[in-house]
T-cell receptor
Framework: ETGVTQTPRHLVMGMTNKKSLKCEQH?????MYWYKQSAKKPLELMFV???????ENNSVPSRFSPECPNSSHLFLHLHTLQPEDSALYLC?????????????FGSGTRLTVV | EDQVTQSPEALRLQEGESSSLNCSYT??????LFWYRQDPGKGPEFLFT???AGEEKEKERLKATLTKKESFLHITAPKPEDSATYLC??????????FGKGTKLSVKP
């Protein structure tokens, strides 16, 4: 596989459930990101991992918990979510320190909280 | 505070009708500006990177330009397959992309 792969593509969960989103990149990049995309809003940066260390957490509620076990894998653990958390969750990767800082995005997980 | 504003929010064109999308930005320590295309239900797809004022990049019917305060995405003789949301994202001094809300382009045959 190439690029950035996200699973599952769609997820419906109740407010009391616990689920995880998975992201895998096959590009040899050293940074990975979680973004939230809601209707009528710009992409919101949630978490950044660079060299497997979290470097940013933009005031994201604790019901979202990221995990980066290695430079190729990124998880977003979800628990006790609210209906307003329904959105498209996008993972991206990039190579920091190079001449091209472009991010490569996955296709996203469409999350619906009921 | 870093800000990015894209206009218009939505644009409807007839096939072959050229136009431009605007991205105005206020970003500290700008390191570059990225344009992405996003189709419904998919992640953004990279189009261009611009690094300095006066720079231009072209790809098929698209041309991106950059000034110190704005970037334009010019679409020449668009086709229905160009219909998508186009996202502008400056790269700030902290090293993270700052996205605008996007312009939703519809091209009718």
């Amino acid at each position: 596989e190439t690029g950035v792969t996200q699973t599952p593509r769609h997820l419906v969960m109740g407010m009391t459930n616990k689920k995880s989103l998975k992201c895998e990149q096959h590009l040899g990049h050293n940074a990975m990101y979680w973004y939230k995309q809601s209707a009528k809003k710009p992409l919101e940066l949630m978490f950044v991992y660079s060299l497997e260390e979290r470097v940013e957490n933009n005031s994201v509620p604790s019901r979202f918990s990221p995990e980066c076990p290695n430079s190729s894998h990124l998880f977003l653990h979800l628990h006790t979510l609210q209906p307003e958390d329904s959105a498209l969750y996008l993972c991206a990767s990039s190579q920091t320190g190079g001449s091209n800082y472009g991010y490569t995005f996955g296709s996203g997980t469409r999350l619906t909280v009921v | 505070e870093d800000q990015v504003t894209q206009s218009p929010e939505a644009l409807r064109l007839q096939e072959g009708e050229s136009s431009s999308l605007n991205c105005s930005y206020t970003v500290s320590g700008l390191r570059g500006l990225f344009w992405y295309r996003q189709d419904p239900g998919k992640g953004p797809e990279f189009l261009f990177t611009l690094y300095s004022a006066g720079e231009e990049k072209e790809k098929e019917r698209l041309k991106a330009t950059l000034t110190k305060k704005e970037s334009f995405l010019h679409i020449t003789a668009p086709k229905p397959e160009d219909s998508a949301t186009y996202l502008c994202a400056p790269l700030g001094g902290q090293g993270n992309l700052i996205f605008g809300k996007g312009t939703k382009l519809s091209v009718k045959p």
